[in-house]
């Protein structure tokens, strides 16, 4: 009974690293990739911003009520395929090239603006 009690506290250990995020990993992704749009502290105010025609603006993320605000897999289609992709801004390009972890990393922080 001790063994199976130590496996499957080490089962739980593993499984749970396995899903947790990095927010500061997040924090770097999104500097690299979405900042210049939706500005640092994502509030859609990045340097390119101001060059987009009306209706194709970044998405003030620190709003929370952003469309797929609260579906992560909905968030995370939108940021591997790209806005167009999801009837969203065709100025968004996908992030195909990124993994699970790290668009899990980057929803985590983008739940993180939210005020």
Request: overall charge positive; some cysteine.
């Amino acid at each position: 009974m001790k063994k199976t009690a130590l496996s499957l506290v080490a089962l739980l250990s593993l499984t749970s690293s396995a899903f947790a995020v990095d927010i500061n990993a997040g924090k770097a992704l999104f500097a690299q990739r979405c900042a210049m749009c939706h500005g640092e502290k994502g509030a859609g105010d990045g340097a390119l911003a101001a060059t987009m025609p009306e209706g194709q603006k970044p998405r003030n993320l620190t709003a929370g009520g952003y469309k797929y605000a609260t579906d992560d897999a909905k968030l995370k289609e939108t940021i591997q395929k790209g806005g167009a992709a999801v009837g969203l801004s065709v100025m968004m390009p996908g992030q195909s090239d990124l993994n699970d972890g790290q668009v899990a990393d980057l929803i985590a922080f983008i739940h993180s603006l939210k005020k």
